[in-house]
């Protein structure tokens, strides 16, 4: 792992380079964008950048990475690394692109940092990057390799079959590979990444859930996202892209996947959180599972709940399944003890449960706390969070 000349030299200098970050980031792209222009207008998601969202997110990854170097140097944060290799697979980013990263990355710590950055300090953190990359680059060159995709071409002309309004929304979109070869496979809780030409000429790519397991055709979910800034893509797809266009989507990635056990499972979701946790329950309900499933949800109202009658339709097919459903705002009769915010802690939760949790970040830590309290081992608890990962390096 890191070098003990490195290690001194990093543990010294986190403290700076660690309060410098959200100052070292921004930069860091302003730097990577002038130079290299059609990243931002073809690989990185122009909404996050706006936000900013993808900025505390590489900053908190670096950060943790290094911070687990000095504090654990016979460890490797595996599981931080392994949720970014399968995001950047999925986008098919290849070796060539690290160094591109690592010239703009370093010039603007030299910027931020002035003379703190000596030769020696630079050197060190020139190590910490590279462990970093290279056990990235390795990751990714095993996914690519199991994928089918040693050469990184990840994204398939599909032409989709059906499209379906769940809500107002959310549509779920039904794809083909064009030229009929078979359909990639996939594990229940994995994502497919989706890239659509944009109006402007970008050609800008997004992931989403795969949200069922239909014959024949891969199935993904898409929420419109409103606001400002709007979301390009999934406004994109909602309002332009119909049966019989063609889509480039990638084979499915994601390390969030249901394990094959027989112990308890409890999937718990909320809002557009629940095409992983549909997706799991389908494979359930086609596998004849005899596990006991608690699927728990939450949402605003029931019009805003997305596969609202397959949750319930899923959970009756299987023996030894429940169905929890919050709503903030019900439309309909609805008992008070499920109106609000969800309470795991209520729950009746067996022993050497396996959770899964997918939705907003605030939901994913309330619904965390509550799962310890209830005695479900901290490694046991497994999470996905759509978008930059604000989470990523934590104690999670």
Known sequence: MLSPKSTELVRATLPAVGGAIGEIT????????AAHPALLRDLFNRGNQAQGTQQRALAGAVA??????VENPDA???????????????????????????RHLFAAIAEVLGDAVTPEVAAAWDEVYWLMANALIAIEARLYAEAGTPDADVRVP?????????????????VRPADGRPLPAARPGQ?????????????????????GHPENALQFSVKRVTGDPAGEVSNHLHDHVAVGDTLLVSV?????TLDDGD?????????????PMTGMLSHLAATGSTRRVIA????????????????????????????????????????????GRVDLTTLDIPTGTTAYLCGPLPFLKTARAQLLASGVAAADIHYEVFGPDLWLGTDA
Request: charged share 15%.
């Open 64 to 69: 943790a990475f290094a911070t687990a170097l």
């Open 191 to 211: 994502y497919v990444s989706v890239q659509a030409a944009l109006p402007d000429g970008a050609r800008q790519i997004r992931q989403y859930s795969l949200s």
């Open 252 to 256: 499915p990635f994601g390390d969030v």
């Open 263 to 275: 112990s308890p499972v409890l999937l718990a979701s909320a809002g557009i959180g629940c095409t």
């Open 26 to 33: 921004p930069l860091f792209y302003d730097k990577l964008f």
């Open 296 to 339: 728990v949800h939450a949402d605003r109202t029931e019009a805003a709940h997305a596969f609202r009658t397959d949750l319930h339709q899923l959970v009756a097919k299987l023996p030894n399944a429940a169905a929890h459903v919050w709503y903030e705002h019900p439309e309909l009769p609805h008992p008070t003890t499920r109106t």
């Open 76 to 102: 490797r944060p595996d599981a931080m690394l392994s949720r970014i290799a399968h995001k950047h697979a999925s986008l098919g980013i290849t070796a060539d692109r690290y160094p591109i990263v690592q």
């Open 158 to 174: 599909c032409v989709v079959v059906a499209r379906q309004a769940e809500t107002p929304e959310v549509t779920t979109f039904l």
